[in-house]
């Protein structure tokens, strides 16, 4: 599948969640024998870890079908960077969507900034740069920390940017909207 056709697919799922026509995951018993051998997951998403957020509901997929680094305000460090190489690497995934969402607390704490703690001081320092210039709008900030995360994967990741350069990958941002249950992408 290409990363066309992985996008489509995700919003393609998303519409069946915003309708209520989910088709749903069925589990009843041992996983089928193609997920025992390993995983063939059509796209790799980077999605805050809120829990009122989970990707395989918002876009009405199923066991094995996203590879999902899940991390506080969807910041590109450098253990989601390594994971999002071995997907792409390893997986064959051909999209990456880095998602954020309404009301994220993680924006919210950079916002508010003051000493947070060692490690939560260094994931907050991560969203800093879509703070400039100075905005206070929380949902402006995270749509901009999305590209923000994106932009790094390109620029510290060789791997990454050579997939993106060659156009075997794209990656996309989106925003997740609590209101009407909608992924929108940029």
Do not use: W
């Not at 607390?105 to 508010?112: D, K």
């Not at 590209?147 to 990656?171: C, F, G, Q």
Request: hydrophobic share 40%; glycine share 8%.
């Amino acid at each position: 599948m290409n990363a066309d056709e992985a996008l489509d697919r995700l919003k393609q799922g998303n519409e069946r969640f915003r309708t209520g026509r989910t088709v749903g995951v069925v589990f009843d018993g041992p996983l089928h024998e193609d997920l025992i051998q390993g995983q063939q997951p059509f796209a790799t998403l980077l999605s805050c870890s809120d829990s009122r957020v989970p990707p395989e509901i918002l876009f009405d997929t199923g066991l094995g079908d996203m590879f999902v680094i899940r991390v506080a305000g969807n910041v590109a460090n450098l253990s989601s960077i390594a994971s999002i190489e071995y997907a792409v690497r390893h997986l064959g995934t051909k999209l990456i969507v880095v998602m954020a969402h309404e009301n994220c607390g993680a924006v919210g704490a950079a916002i508010e900034g003051g000493d947070a703690g060692k490690h939560l001081n260094h994931l907050l320092s991560l969203i800093q740069p879509a703070l400039e210039p100075p905005e206070k709008d929380a949902d402006v900030i995270a749509r901009r920390n999305t590209r923000v995360s994106a932009d790094r994967m390109i620029n510290e990741s060789d791997i990454l940017r050579s997939a993106v350069e060659k156009d075997d990958v794209k990656i996309v941002t989106a925003f997740f909207h609590f209101s009407n249950s909608e992924v929108e992408f940029d």
